[in-house]
């Protein structure tokens, strides 16, 4: 098993640009979820999907994030434009959903840097 | 949904046990309690799962008491490889999964 990916490990982009984030999440998860770290306000949920479905997207700062899932392996989070503010990582984790107490496996981050 | 409390910050020495107290008063029914262990540069990775009384596997222990509001993860004999930062989440597998400020644990020589 390979276990969460995600891509690219680092991005370093100029305010006002789009950045997209790529999950794949372990095959048979039926759970998605992507959450944001800084030193500042530490691990945050973005949004989450249930077989493919946004179920909650509270997380999400502003209209400039959106996020899809437009099949079971795959999961991108956009900022458009994106802000100095946005630089933190951005973890994706899946877990296999459908019943109680699944565990959360993580993917190992994207560290984002806007200039 | 169930918030928790934990100690910002512990220092151990090597060899020690160490325990770590998470609150949870207002945990549901439904809820489990898990603890995943985060190093620098890394994803959190899933340490120990529990409902209630007591769970050990290779790594740690797991203490909850009947009430169910606090839990107590337990390192026996940490090395300085268990440094890192400790979360303590309560939920149901399909919530929105919300993860605390965490303990950062610092184990000395």
């Known amino acids: 098993d390979a276990g969460v990916i995600q891509s690219p490990r680092h991005e370093v982009t100029e305010m006002g640009q789009e950045v997209t984030l790529r999950c794949k999440p372990i095959?048979?998860?039926?759970?998605l979820f992507w959450y944001r770290q800084t030193m500042m306000r530490g691990l945050e949920l973005l949004i989450y999907?249930?077989?493919?479905?946004?179920?909650?997207d509270s997380g999400m700062p502003e209209d400039r994030f959106s996020a899809k899932m437009p099949n079971a392996s795959f999961s991108t989070l956009k900022i458009q434009p994106s802000e100095p503010r946005d630089s933190a990582v951005y973890f994706c984790?899946?877990?296999?959903?459908?019943?109680?107490?699944?565990?959360?496996?993580f993917g190992n981050g994207t560290r984002l840097t806007v200039t | 949904l169930a918030k928790t409390t934990q100690p910002i910050s512990m220092d151990s020495y090597e060899g020690q046990e160490v325990n770590i107290t998470c609150s949870h008063n207002?945990?549901?029914?439904?809820?489990?309690i898990t603890w995943y262990q985060q190093f620098p540069s890394q994803g959190p990775r899933f340490i120990i799962q529990?409902?209630?009384t007591k769970v050990t596997n290779e790594v740690a222990s797991l203490f909850i008491p009947a009430d169910r509001k606090s839990s107590t993860l337990s390192l026996p004999r940490v090395s300085l490889s268990d440094t890192a930062v400790y979360y303590c989440?309560?939920?149901?597998?399909?919530?929105?999964?919300?993860f605390g400020t965490g303990t950062r644990l610092q184990v000395f020589p």
């Open positions: 989440l309560v939920g149901y597998n399909t919530d929105k999964l919300i």
């Open positions: 529990g409902y209630k």
């Open positions: 095959s048979g998860h039926n759970s």
């Open positions: 207002n945990i549901a029914t439904n809820d489990y």
């Open positions: 999907f249930n077989n493919n479905v946004p179920i909650d």
């Open positions: 984790a899946s877990n296999p959903g459908g019943g109680p107490g699944s565990p959360l496996h």
